[in-house]
C-alpha cells in the first residue's frame, strides 16, 4: 500500500509539471509571430524604419524650391528632362513629340495612390498627371537635406526613385506632407508607398520625426515582411 501510495503521489507531480511548467508550442509560436509583426523581417521596411534616426525637424533657414536647382533638369544627359523620362516610365501607350524624341503627348496611368486609370494627353490637360517626389523635398530639407551641397540637392530632386507619375490632384492634396499628414487614398498603396520613403529615408541619410515614424510603423505593421523600397540608386 505504501508502495502505491508514493507511486501515485509521483505520477501526480509529474502530471502537475506538464500543465504548469511545460511551454506551450502555440503560445511560443503566437508570441514570435507578434515580435516578427512589430519588428519587422531581417531586409524589411519595417526592420530599417527602426534605424532611422528620429529627430525633430529643422526649417531654419526656411525651405525654398530653388534650393533643389532648376525643376526637372536633364541630370542623367540623355537629351530628355526628368519629367518626360518618369512620365514614359510610368504612362503605358505613349506617344511623343517627333521634333524632340522626348516630350510625352499622351498616354495612359494606373495612379499609384488611387488605382485610377487616368489617360493624359498634354494639349488638353498637362497637369491631369504630376511627377510626386514620395518624399517631398520641402520634408526632406527639414530632415537634414538643408545640409547637403547643391550638388545632392538636385541629384535628389530628380532621382528616379523618389519620382512617380501620379493624378494631379491628389499629388496636389499631397502637397510636402510627411506620412503623418497624408497617406495614398488606396489602402493597397500605403505599404509600398511607406516602404519607398523608408528606403530614401535611409539611403540619403535623412531622419523622420516622431509623428512620422509613429504613422511609418503603423501602416508597415500591417506587412510586416514588405521590402524597403528605393535602396539603390536608378542607373
Same mark, same amino acid.
Given at each position: 500500500?505504501?508502495?502505491?501510495?508514493?507511486?501515485?503521489?509521483?505520477?501526480?507531480?509529474?502530471?502537475?509539471?506538464?500543465?504548469?511548467?511545460?511551454?506551450?508550442?502555440?503560445? /511560443? $509560436? =503566437?508570441?514570435?509571430?507578434?515580435?516578427?509583426?512589430?519588428?519587422?523581417? %531581417?531586409?524589411?521596411?519595417? !526592420? @530599417?524604419?527602426? &534605424?532611422?534616426?528620429?529627430?525633430?525637424?529643422?526649417?531654419?533657414?526656411?525651405?525654398?524650391?530653388?534650393?533643389?536647382?532648376?525643376?526637372?533638369?536633364?541630370?542623367?544627359?540623355?537629351?530628355?528632362?526628368?519629367?518626360?523620362?518618369?512620365?514614359?516610365?510610368?504612362?503605358?501607350?505613349?506617344?511623343?513629340?517627333?521634333?524632340?524624341?522626348?516630350?510625352?503627348?499622351?498616354?495612359?496611368?494606373?495612379?499609384?495612390?488611387?488605382?485610377?486609370?487616368?489617360?493624359?494627353?498634354?494639349?488638353?490637360? /498637362? $497637369? =491631369?498627371?504630376?511627377?510626386?517626389?514620395?518624399?517631398?523635398?520641402?520634408? %526632406?530639407?527639414?530632415?537634414? !537635406? @538643408?545640409?547637403? &551641397?547643391?550638388?545632392?540637392?538636385?541629384?535628389?530632386?530628380?532621382?528616379?526613385?523618389?519620382?512617380?507619375?501620379?493624378?494631379?490632384?491628389?499629388?496636389?492634396?499631397?502637397?510636402?506632407?510627411?506620412?503623418?499628414?497624408?497617406?495614398?487614398?488606396?489602402?493597397?498603396?500605403?505599404?509600398?508607398?511607406?516602404?519607398?520613403?523608408?528606403?530614401?529615408?535611409?539611403?540619403?541619410?535623412?531622419?523622420?520625426?516622431?509623428?512620422?515614424?509613429?504613422?511609418?510603423?503603423?501602416?508597415?505593421?500591417?506587412?510586416?515582411?514588405?521590402?524597403?523600397?528605393?535602396?539603390?540608386?536608378?542607373?
Amino acid at each position: 500500500m505504501l508502495l502505491l501510495a508514493v507511486a501515485t503521489a509521483l505520477v501526480a507531480c509529474d502530471s502537475r509539471g506538464d500543465q504548469t511548467g511545460a511551454a506551450d508550442p502555440g503560445a /511560443a $509560436s =503566437a508570441a514570435g509571430a507578434a515580435g516578427a509583426t512589430s519588428r519587422g523581417a %531581417a531586409g524589411s521596411a519595417l !526592420a @530599417l524604419l527602426a &534605424t532611422l534616426p528620429v529627430r525633430a525637424e529643422d526649417n531654419s533657414p526656411k525651405y525654398q524650391r530653388d534650393e533643389f536647382g532648376t525643376p526637372w533638369s536633364d541630370v542623367d544627359h540623355n537629351g530628355c528632362d526628368t519629367r518626360n523620362d518618369i512620365l514614359r516610365r510610368d504612362l503605358r501607350s505613349t506617344t511623343v513629340r517627333r521634333s524632340d524624341g522626348c516630350t510625352v503627348l499622351t498616354g495612359e496611368l494606373t495612379d499609384p495612390y488611387t488605382t485610377r486609370i487616368i489617360r493624359f494627353d498634354r494639349s488638353r490637360n /498637362a $497637369s =491631369a498627371v504630376q511627377i510626386d517626389h514620395v518624399v517631398p523635398l520641402a520634408d %526632406a530639407w527639414r530632415t537634414g !537635406a @538643408l545640409n547637403w &551641397t547643391d550638388a545632392q540637392r538636385l541629384q535628389f530632386a530628380n532621382d528616379p526613385e523618389n519620382l512617380l507619375a501620379v493624378d494631379g490632384p491628389t499629388n496636389q492634396r499631397k502637397s510636402d506632407h510627411d506620412a503623418a499628414e497624408w497617406l495614398p487614398p488606396s489602402p493597397g498603396e500605403q505599404c509600398p508607398y511607406i516602404a519607398r520613403q523608408v528606403g530614401l529615408k535611409s539611403r540619403y541619410h535623412l531622419w523622420v520625426v516622431a509623428a512620422e515614424a509613429q504613422a511609418m510603423r503603423a501602416v508597415l505593421q500591417k506587412c510586416s515582411a514588405q521590402p524597403a523600397l528605393g535602396t539603390t540608386a536608378a542607373h
